[in-house]
């Protein structure tokens, strides 16, 4: 199944629809960078890959605008930390 991701500017949160339910994952900005604050995945959406969908879109989001990533979502944080090509954006991991 293909998913898309939708950008919501106005609520801070990317999206991904499915019949009547949505999955998201809500940001803050700053300076320079972008916080992903909370990942939520409704339970009729669970064990589709929606989650690690949605993960690998925000992150290649962040890199594609230069943005560094302050992984506060425990789910955030755990998908960058197996996936290393991320690292290098991520303000966690990479400590300059």
Do not use: W
Not at 4 to 19: D, P, R
Not at 47 to 57: E, H, L, P
């Amino acid at each position: 199944m293909s998913h898309t991701l939708i950008h919501n500017e106005s609520k801070h949160q990317f999206e991904v629809h499915l019949n009547d339910s949505i999955a998201f994952a809500a940001y803050e900005r700053f300076e320079n960078g972008i916080t992903y604050t909370h990942t939520e995945v409704p339970t009729e959406m669970s064990g589709q890959g929606v989650g690690s969908f949605i993960a690998k879109g925000i992150l290649d989001y962040a890199k594609e605008n230069n943005l560094q990533v302050k992984p506060e979502c425990s789910f955030i944080l755990s998908y960058i930390d197996k996936h290393p090509e991320y690292q290098d954006i991520s303000v966690v991991h990479n400590k300059k």
